[in-house]
């Protein structure tokens, strides 16, 4: 697909949308530490997003026939892979029949059901300087390196309620403790006390990531999937 690399109005520098993975053209000063992080054994709820046959976003699944990811990861044919830590392998696969957007968050109906796990939607944001998780497909270096094959980890701590992201909506923003989002993973879950609160959106490659609020959003959510 094509990738999309759009530059955010962040209160610190650079930044850049999660599409997932682009080349960047040269690395940052300082930590490069997802980036950094671990890897997961175990995640029923999580989905790889593809376009066209090719990776491009994480995601979640909230129902049957709901998946949770990033607006700017709706693009062509899509499809997901449900219930493996692995994108390339394990788990269902279904067809996208449909998307809605609200800011940076979409949701994807898919063309049949699908049984497992599904994550639980928060109905309030984090507390600022809460430590947040992060899941994602992403790059695991800040250039030259792919995606990962195996869904990551990475613990965060909230610094704002009140950014935004890459559609002006709402947004958690984070900065890492000891690992942070870079492209790919797009459209992934931020959790708070087992309760997904964010979707990734924008970061900067280092240090700080934008969230879409997922409590900002949820009658809208609720509207379109019945969750």
Not at 82 to 105: E, I, M, P
Not at 173 to 193: C, L
């Amino acid at each position: 697909m094509r990738l999309r690399f759009v530059t955010a109005v962040f209160a610190t520098a650079l930044a850049g949308v999660l599409a997932a993975p682009a080349t960047a053209s040269a690395a940052p000063a300082g930590p490069q530490p997802i980036i950094g992080g671990g890897t997961v054994s175990s995640a029923p709820w999580a989905a790889a997003v593809f376009s066209n046959g090719s990776f491009t976003c994480s995601g979640t699944i909230i129902s049957s026939r709901w998946v949770l990811t990033a607006r700017h990861c709706v693009s062509g044919t899509m499809s997901v892979r449900v219930g493996s830590v692995y994108r390339a392998s394990g788990g269902v696969t279904r067809n996208v029949v449909s998307s809605s957007s609200r800011y940076d968050l979409a949701l994807l109906q898919l063309d049949s059901a699908v049984s497992t796990t599904y994550v639980t939607l928060a109905s309030a944001n984090p507390p600022i300087g809460s430590t947040n998780s992060i899941y994602g497909w992403g790059m695991t270096c800040y250039s030259g390196c792919s995606a990962s094959s195996q869904l990551k980890t990475a613990s965060v701590r909230v610094t704002s309620t009140s950014a935004t992201d890459a559609y002006g909506g709402p947004a958690i923003r984070s900065s890492r403790i000891n690992g942070n989002a870079w492209r790919g993973d797009s459209g992934g879950p931020e959790f708070y006390n087992g309760a997904q609160v964010g979707v990734a959106s924008t970061a900067d490659g280092q240090s700080i990531q934008n969230y879409g609020s997922v409590a900002a959003s949820r009658a809208w959510i609720t509207s379109v999937s019945g969750v």
